[in-house]
Nanobody, 117 residues
Framework: QLQLVQSGGGLVQPGGSLRLSCAAS????????IGWFRQAPGKEREGLSC???????VYIDSVKGRFSISRDNVQNTVFLQMNSLQPEDTAVYYC???????????YGQGTQVTVSS
């Protein structure tokens, strides 16, 4: 069974940092682009960042310079390091096998990130 299993997240104060992990099960991440998305209450899912199999990474402007995506092919895991978090970053965060949503995209289970004092 092909799965992405997420860990990390939680409650952090403004200006704080969190690291999210996305571990693949049943397939190797080496050959896949892995994207990170988030969905805030009442808003549509938003693509944040993506890393391709050749190491290319892209970020949306609102997280550029604060978020960093990396992959560890030995652990078969992709990470999202999030620094300088702000209340507007509060959302459920998802990793996905792919940079854009298409039917059949494999997503992780989602993890809540709450930025609040």
């Amino acid at each position: 069974q092909l799965q992405l299993v997420q860990s990390g997240g939680g409650l952090v104060q403004p200006g704080g940092s969190l690291r999210l992990s996305c571990a693949a099960s049943g397939f190797s991440l080496d050959n896949y682009a892995i994207g990170w998305f988030r969905q805030a209450p009442g808003k549509e899912r938003e693509g944040l960042s993506c890393t391709t199999s050749d190491g290319t990474t892209v970020y949306i402007d609102s997280v550029k310079g604060r978020f960093s995506i990396s992959r560890d092919n030995v652990q078969n895991t992709v990470f999202l390091q999030m620094n300088s978090l702000q209340p507007e970053d509060t959302a459920v965060y998802y990793c996905a096998a792919g940079c854009t949503h298409v039917p059949g995209t494999i997503y992780g289970q989602g993890t809540q990130v709450t930025v609040s004092s």
